[in-house]
């Protein structure tokens, strides 16, 4: 766990609160906290502000496996929903493993999909 979001836990405070208070946009926030995106100084500056740290550049860093796995998640996302356009279920090459990754989509345009490769992709939208 990354400095910033162990503050967060230790003052129990939530990345929508977070970005509210700093206003920083929450989908940038949530990368920064998640180690997914390294923050710009403006954002840092603010940061501290909100929760009285002083942490600096050097306290971030990306860890790139787990952006790894948030961008193969990204691109699942994107494929299943090209492919379930017209379709209430299907299959499509899993971008991870390059086994199946199954889909249903509901009624309502939700669509849940898994990968047949045991923790693997796995997500609901």
């Known amino acids: 766990m990354n400095k910033l979001k162990e503050k967060m836990v230790e003052k ?3 990345t929508r609160e977070l970005s509210e208070k700093t206003r920083l ?6 990368k920064i906290v998640n180690s997914l995106r390294m923050p710009n100084l403006e954002e840092i500056k603010r940061i501290n502000k909100v929760l009285n740290l ?3 550049m050097k306290d971030f860093k990306i860890d790139q496996e787990r952006k790894n796995k948030f961008n193969q998640a990204i691109k699942a996302f994107n494929l299943v929903y090209e492919d379930a356009k017209n379709k209430t ?3 499509v090459s899993c971008p991870a493993c390059d086994k199946r990754l199954n889909y249903v989509k509901h009624y309502n345009g939700h669509i849940w999909a898994q990968c047949e490769t045991e923790n693997c ?3 609901m939208q």
């Open 89 to 91: 279920k299907g299959s």
């Open 25 to 30: 946009d929450i989908a940038r926030l949530s």
């Open 54 to 56: 002083s942490l600096e």
């Open 121 to 123: 992709i796995k997500f």
């Open 12 to 14: 129990n405070i939530y």
